[in-house]
């Protein structure tokens, strides 16, 4: 059984995973505004992929025959200076996530709940991919500066991400 601690955290979570797809959302439709496509389609696969994380922690609960709470989703930034600064925006947010992901661990084990901290190892891992993966954008999009045909060509190589990953992730595609 699980403990009420956990399940409120636990639960706390799977909001923060809904909220942190509404952010990649917000993302995508800023970038759009702006006519970089294959950016905008890059966050919006990662919505779906923050859609499939949010439904791990759903069914998680579901299965540990806890009570799932959902909560109201908060308003969130729509609008950056560029595409760099929305990148540094993503990963300043996949950072709170990780420090969130490391707080459960820390108490699944507090409170000997092998079940979760064995269900949170594969976020763990999954924390350090996101957080990399954004970096290396961070990185090449410093690189670039303002030269327009270097956003283009990362607008373009960014836009060939299908959502192929959330899939993968879950074994089904995403809905």
Known sequence: MISDRMLKALNDHLNIEFQSAYYYLAMSASFLREDFNGFAQWMRAQHGEEMVHAMKFYDFIDDRDGAIELQ???GEQSEWDSPLHVFESALEHERMVTSKIYDLVDLSLEVR??????FLQWFVTEQVEEEATASDIIQQLKLIGNDGNGLFMLDRELGQRSGIEAEDEAGAPPA
């Not at 709940?113 to 064995?118: C, G, I, S």
Request: aromatic share 0%.
């Open 72 to 74: 109201a989703l908060q």
């Open 113 to 118: 709940d092998h079940a979760t901290n064995t």
